[in-house]
Nanobody
Framework: QVQLVESGGGLVQAGGSLRLSCAAS????????MRWYRQTPGNQRELVAS???????NYAESVKGRFTISRDNAKSTVYLQMNSLKPEDTAVYYC???????????WGKGTQVTVSS
């Protein structure tokens, strides 16, 4: 299983930006799906963004136009650029790697993002 380590979370004011990074322990070149999820207390994890091996991206409606997912295969790292942050974006953000779309895959331990109003 690939090990994933998220970083880049923190406290930011509404309207600000953060960039999350997810570093993998192995090459992600052949990993089909790299995804970012988020979770708030008492709620299920929500898929925020995904990027395929070919570079196709998908976003939750709530973040479209504000968040951008990207992958750097040479660095085995996936990024989530988050702009125009809102208080409702406050959550723990998790990185996920999976070979098939319905696989649970491997998870990182998460990074906290807090957006103040």
């Amino acid at each position: 299983q690939v090990q994933l380590v998220e970083s880049g979370g923190g406290l930011v004011q509404a309207g600000g930006s953060l960039r999350l990074s997810c570093a993998a322990s192995v090459s992600i070149f052949n990993i089909n799906y790299m995804r970012w999820y988020r979770q708030t207390p008492g709620n299920q994890r929500e898929l925020v963004a995904s990027i395929t091996r070919e570079g196709s991206t998908n976003y939750a409606e709530s973040v479209k136009g504000r968040f951008t997912i990207s992958r750097d295969n040479a660095k085995s790292t996936v990024y989530l650029q988050m702009n125009s942050l809102k208080p409702e974006d406050t959550a723990v953000y998790y990185c996920n790697a999976a070979m098939r779309v319905l696989d649970s895959g491997s998870w990182g331990k998460g990074t906290q993002v807090t957006v103040s109003s």
